[in-house]
């Protein structure tokens, strides 16, 4: 329709007939018809609603797209049929605003959307004779949308291969590193025989004492301060000989710590189950987990006093708790044989 026609119509409407009048209605039905097709026709959604924010048209797409009933929603609240929708902030801007929302209903959609100021000139007459002026109003906003789901999750699918890409690099980097420590753990508890023995009877409870020396090298550093947790696992476990069958399994016990640290307070927390304790260096964190004091293992009564058992201390990292990279280098490496070989001695209480 062109500009200016519905102005030329108001204008001649005293100097036509009733035939004329009719042509016109005519044809602004048939134009109005043709627009409708173009819309219902096209990937991007439109709603159209007065200065009130009640809707005077919107499209399949919007229907679509909304889960809306074209007919039933006409004249409506747009923010009663579109729920969670601050019409009432979006319409107050006389800009043109962009937005993002995510919708759950009908399907759960990712929606980018633009609000225009729908701005109309109304001319009014003034004291001089045949002279008008100009002014304009906000009647209503015109709302279109865009279906971005695809493009949104293919962006987060892009962050997250890069993500896995970067810890895979860096899993790469450490994997014939991050053995060293432990490997180091296992000549450790054979120089320090005599510190490993100490399971004694405390009260009523058997505790266990022992140490270890553990030492992170600069890689392994930089992979906790990278993000990357590590778990650590204490295992003890206590075996009564039998020359006829199996050894009998009398008490276990294993305790698993996990090593991260928080960059925007620069601090290594070591936790234990809900408990957590912080530390300004790592070098506190391989004090506290080389020491294990007075940890009871069991009770008196669980053992018979006079009889040899077998008592045996690990210390590993827990390789199924690592990130899915590392796991994956695990499989496909020695230098991923992260334990220390069990250290055993013979206990009689």
Not at 5 to 33: C, H, M, S, T, W
Not at 79 to 92: F, H, I, N, T, Y
Not at 331 to 340: E, I, K, N, V
């Amino acid at each position: 329709m062109k500009s200016g026609f519905l102005d030329k119509l108001i204008g001649r409407l005293g100097r036509i007939g009733p035939e004329e009048v009719q042509n016109y209605l005519l044809r602004l039905a048939q134009e109005k018809g043709f627009l409708e097709t173009i819309f219902n026709t096209i990937q991007e959604g439109i709603i159209v609603t007065d200065s009130n924010g009640r809707i005077t048209y919107l499209n399949d797409r919007a229907c679509e797209l909304f889960g809306l009933d074209g007919e039933n929603a006409m004249g409506k609240p747009l923010q009663e049929q579109v729920r969670g929708l601050d019409w009432k902030a979006l319409s107050e801007s006389d800009a043109v605003l962009s937005r993002d929302i995510e919708i759950f209903y009908p399907t759960n959609r990712f929606i980018n959307f633009y609000v225009v100021p729908l701005i109309m000139e109304r001319r009014i007459p003034n004291d001089k004779a045949d002279a008008v002026d100009a002014a304009s109003e906000t009647v209503g906003h015109a709302m279109i949308l865009r279906d971005i789901t695809e493009s949104r999750r293919s962006t987060q699918q892009t962050i997250e291969s890069e993500r896995l890409s970067a810890l895979t690099l860096l899993a790469a980097g450490v994997a014939h590193e991050i053995g060293n420590p432990l490997n180091s753990l296992h000549i450790h508890l054979q120089l320090m025989e005599r510190k490993v023995r100490k399971l004694r009877a405390d009260e009523d409870m058997y505790v266990l004492s022992a140490e270890f020396e553990l030492a992170f090298n600069p890689t392994l550093e930089e992979a906790i301060q990278k993000g990357v947790p590590l778990y650590f696992v204490f295992e003890f476990e206590l075996m009564r000989p039998r020359w006829f069958w199996v050894d009998e399994k009398v008490l276990s016990m294993s305790t698993q710590y996990r090593v991260s640290y928080n960059a925007l307070t620069r601090q290594y927390r070591v936790a234990i189950g809900l408990l957590s304790q912080t530390f300004d260096a790592l070098n506190d964190v391989e004090r506290f987990l080389s020491r294990v004091t007075s940890r009871q293992v069991g009770s008196l009564d669980q053992l018979v006093k006079g009889t040899r058992y077998e008592a045996a201390v690990r210390l590993r990292l827990d390789v199924n708790a690592l990130p899915k990279p590392f796991q994956v280098n695990a499989l496909a490496s020695r230098d991923w044989t992260l334990q220390s070989e069990w250290h055993r001695w013979s206990f009689t209480p």
